[in-house]
C-alpha cells in the first residue's frame, strides 16, 4: 500500500527562514524512509505571496485532496495545540475514512516530557552568560495552549536557568509581564530569541526590528542592552529529534 508522510507547517515568506522548516521537513523524511513526502502549508497569505514568486505549495485541503490514496501521516510542525493545530485536527478528521487511514502526529510541545526536553536543548545551547538575560519569543494563543510559556519558565527555574524568560509576542505573558523580572536581576544585556519553528517575520520585525514597537527597541528604551539570535527552534538538532520521537510513536 502506498505510504504518504505529509508534513504540514504554518510556512514562511523569509527566505533565509525557510531553512528552518526545510531542516525539520528532512529529519522526518529520513525518520520515514518507506514513506512519500508531501508538504503543506496552512497560512493562505504565505501560499499566495510563494505562488507569486513562482513555488506552489498546497493546502493541507489540497495536499489531501491530490493524494492517490493508501496510508496517510499527517504531522504538523506546529509548537503547541493551539488554535492552528485545531484546524488541522478537523481538516483530518473530514478525511478520516473517506479514501484512506489517516493519522495525525503530535505539536512540538505535546507533554510535560516535552517541556522538559526543550528546556534541556535550549539550557545547552545558549549557556548562562554575565549579566545576561536570554527572553524567549513566542508567538502566543488565546487559547489554553498558551500556558506552556509559563510553563516553560518555570522548567528553565527547576533547571537553575532563572536568566531565562519566556513571553509571547500575540499573548499572555507579555514583554511588559516579564520586565519586572528583569530589573531585579542585575541584567545588563538582554539576549532575544524566538521561541518558534522559524526566525521569519515576528524574529525579524516584531522581535528585531528598528520600530519603536519593537521588544528590541523597548528593551533598549528600558536601559538594557539587547542582542537578537535569528535562529528559529528547526535549528536545534534536538528540537528536530523530538519531532522525529512524535512521528515514530505513529510510525510503531
Ligand atoms: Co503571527
Not at 493545530?85 to 516535552?114: C, E, H, M
Request: contains cysteine; neutral net charge.
Amino acid at each position: 500500500m502506498r505510504k504518504t508522510l505529509l508534513c504540514v507547517s504554518f510556512g514562511t515568506r523569509v527566505e533565509t527562514a525557510r531553512r528552518h522548516i526545510t531542516l525539520v521537513e528532512n529529519a522526518l523524511r529520513e525518520a520515514a524512509p518507506d514513506y512519500a513526502f508531501v508538504r503543506a502549508f496552512t497560512s493562505p497569505t504565505i501560499r499566495r505571496i510563494l505562488q507569486a514568486r513562482g513555488e506552489t505549495v498546497p493546502s493541507l485541503e489540497q495536499a489531501l485532496a491530490e493524494l492517490p490514496g493508501g496510508q496517510v501521516i499527517v504531522q504538523p510542525t506546529h509548537l503547541l495545540y493551539g488554535i492552528e493545530y485545531d484546524r488541522i485536527k478537523q481538516t483530518v478528521a473530514n478525511w478520516t475514512g473517506k479514501l484512506f487511514s489517516v493519522a495525525l502526529g503530535k505539536p512540538l510541545l505535546a507533554g510535560t516530557d516535552d517541556l522538559q526536553h526543550l528546556a534541556r536543548a535550549l539550557s545547552r545551547a545558549y549557556p548562562p552568560a554575565e549579566g545576561e538575560a536570554l527572553v524567549l519569543m513566542g508567538h502566543g494563543t488565546p487559547h489554553f495552549a498558551g500556558v506552556v510559556y509559563p510553563a516553560l519558565q518555570s522548567v528553565f527555574r527547576m533547571l537553575g536557568r532563572p536568566d531565562i524568560h519566556v513571553a509571547a509576542v500575540e499573548g499572555w505573558p507579555a514583554l511588559e509581564d516579564i520586565l519586572p523580572m528583569l530589573d531585579g536581576a542585575a541584567v545588563k544585556t538582554v539576549r532575544l530569541l524566538p521561541l518558534m519553528l522559524v526566525a521569519g517575520d515576528h524574529a525579524w520585525n516584531d522581535m528585531a526590528g528598528d520600530a519603536p514597537e519593537s521588544w528590541k527597541s523597548r528593551l533598549n528604551a528600558a536601559g538594557f542592552d539587547t542582542r537578537c539570535t535569528l535562529q528559529g527552534l528547526g535549528e536545534l538538532p534536538e528540537v528536530r529529534a523530538m519531532y522525529c520521537r512524535h512521528l515514530r510513536e505513529l510510525l510503531a
